[in-house]
């Protein structure tokens, strides 16, 4: 089991690199192929969008062999970036929107995949832990892939992080292929259960211990885009500091989420995940305050805090949906969940864009009160669920679940 752990970390670490270097670079050559800002931020939009067929894509996972589709759709994903060496000028642009578009299909495909695989691979007791060290490798490469990026479209263009980013894939499908696994369910036979959405659906709002996670995960993650554009005008309107002052803060929050990373495991064994996402929650608007401080320490501080509470929230959400779940359906409930926390974040992005007008610290605020509010609510219920919460587990650790409860 420390081999699987291993394992995962690693591919981590290598997708965590090679998307997030493609991520910056697409939308900067779109911009230098056309000319348009415009244009460009559409690069990072086809890349979110599929997340909102999450429970009709993790219903693949369920309806195939889960390993062999990670690994197949990730040596698709190196066939597709390879596709770009042919970008050669403004005419072959819209290949990059579909190559995009392809890497945000297969990446909620793969990380439905990974979320159903991990609990055939790891100790239950082991699964917050791994995930908390996947979650500081993603972002310590957050840190580093945008930079890594940048150099090579500097000295060569496109063409070498195309390169780059298709060998990352190749990699992971090789560590995908080394897991050891236990024996899984076989994949369910069609019109056996539910349609995705509604299967997913169905075990999110019937379990607390699965629903609350997974809601104050989705508002701390909409909260934290609703936020953007609001820290944008705090930091250069009243803040008067200049714009490259926000590398400053992305840089402290990436350090607080790689710590964070590293001590949510424990705490999830210690609070549970319910208990875990409703501090993450209480610790994104602790940072939305302090952010409103007008003194530039503090919003630095402010950062580090945000840095905690974001990945505690979504740690403690995929581990509740990894604990709580039957095997056969994991596939479209990890979609669905995935839907779940990361689909408001399309709108509220908008949202906040349209609020900063009043003012950058107005909606600081409100996104604080709205958090607050949702790690309350958990809180009130929290006691008189624990006891409900605790016999599903054992009901799902102990096989004796009946998937008919999902058709």
């Not at 500091?241 to 710590?259: C, D, E």
């Not at 999830?268 to 996402?277: D, L, S």
């Not at 009130?380 to 599903?392: E, F, H, M, Y």
Request: charged share 10%.
């Amino acid at each position: 089991m420390r081999r699987n752990a291993v394992l995962f970390v690693a591919i981590s670490l290598l997708s965590g690199l090679g998307s997030s270097a493609m991520a910056l670079v697409a939308g900067i050559w779109i911009l230098d192929l056309t000319g348009s800002t415009g244009l460009a931020a559409l690069a990072g939009l086809c890349v979110y969008t599929p997340v909102l067929a999450g429970p009709w894509l993790g219903g693949l996972l369920d309806r195939a062999p889960r390993r062999p589709l990670v690994i197949g759709v990730n040596l698709a994903l190196a066939a597709v970036l390879l596709s770009l060496l042919t970008v050669r000028g403004p005419d072959q642009a819209w290949l990059i929107f579909v190559v995009s578009l392809a890497y945000g299909v297969g990446y909620v495909l793969i990380d439905a995949g990974e979320t159903a695989l991990l609990p055939a691979a790891l100790d239950p007791a082991r699964l917050a832990d791994v995930n908390g060290w996947r979650s500081s490798a993603q972002e310590g490469t957050k840190l580093v892939a945008p930079l890594l990026g940048a150099g090579l479209y500097a000295w060569r263009g496109g063409h070498p992080v195309a390169v780059f980013s298709a060998a990352t894939p190749v990699l992971v499908a090789a560590l995908y292929a080394a897991l050891r696994l236990r024996r899984t369910p076989a994949p369910a036979r069609t019109g056996e259960p539910r349609p995705g959405l509604r299967a997913g659906l169905a075990v999110l709002l019937r379990r607390r211990a699965v629903r609350v996670p997974v809601a104050l995960a989705a508002v701390s993650i909409a909260m934290s885009g609703f936020t953007t554009a609001p820290l944008y005008a705090v930091v250069v309107t009243e803040l008067a500091l200049p714009s490259t002052f926000l590398g400053v803060l992305a840089g402290a929050q990436g350090a607080g989420s790689v710590l964070a990373g590293l001590a949510v495991g424990r705490l999830v064994g210690r609070w549970g995940e319910v208990g875990v996402g409703i501090a993450g929650t209480a610790l994104f608007a602790a940072g939305c305050l302090g952010r409103c401080l007008p003194w530039w320490p503090a919003t630095v501080a402010a950062s580090v805090v945000i840095g905690v509470g974001l990945p505690w929230t979504l740690v403690a959400a995929v581990t509740a949906v990894q604990t709580h779940t039957p095997a056969t359906v994991l596939g479209r409930v990890a979609g669905t969940a995935n839907t779940a926390m990361f689909g408001p974040i399309t709108l509220a992005i908008p949202l906040g864009s349209a609020a900063v007008h009043v003012g950058g610290r107005p909606p600081l605020l409100a996104a604080a009160a709205t958090c607050l509010a949702a790690a309350a609510a958990a809180t009130v219920r929290r006691q008189s669920g624990s006891d409900v919460d605790r016999r599903d587990r054992w009901r799902i650790s102990s096989g004796r679940e009946r998937s008919r409860s999902f058709r």
